[in-house]
């Protein structure tokens, strides 16, 4: 009856101790999903940049600030939620990797947009003395991202060259906005 009884035990703790399962906290709809709402926080601040211009009044470049301001915020929140809501997930497969890393690389391309008209506008916002916040919105895009990257990178194995090829060349150009800023 003891060794029955320590059988049990046996089994039990090996279940208990690294045997269990990984649990999927975030599907891969649900975070493509989540990182489509990055890219269009991030389509609509470059279009609220793009109207930025030299001839704008105080007043009226005040509002584009407060709404650019907001825009970074959003996709800083964006990118947290992510990265937070990927947290203990299991891999995904390879079907999944392929769609979530198409919408990734969607990202990219929408960040890198906004990143390339925001240096066109910095003359801008440096009339208005106001390139020191930009350049710390970005510096603080640049972490979050790089950490969100990374966490995604365990996830979708294989398609981490792609993401982190995409990741580089972002990193390029935000790389170049920060030190225009």
Known sequence: MHLLHAFFVFILLSFTRGAVLPVRSITAAQLVADINVVTKESSTLQGIISTVSASMTATMFQTVLTETS?????????????????????????????????????????????????????????????????????????????????????????????????LLALEAVLTRAIGVY
């Open 70 to 166: 907001e825009g970074f915020q959003d996709i800083l929140n964006g990118i947290d939620s992510c990265t937070t809501a990927m947290g203990g997930t299991a891999a995904f497969d390879d079907t999944d990797a392929v769609t979530i890393g198409t919408a990734l690389k969607q990202n990219l391309a929408a960040q890198e947009l906004l990143l390339t008209t925001l240096i066109s506008q910095e003359s801008v916002f440096a009339k208005f003395g106001t390139t020191a916040p930009i350049a710390a919105a970005l510096s603080s895009v640049q972490g979050n991202l790089r950490t969100f990257v990374q966490v995604l990178i365990n996830l979708i194995p294989t398609q981490a060259a792609d993401v982190q090829a995409g």
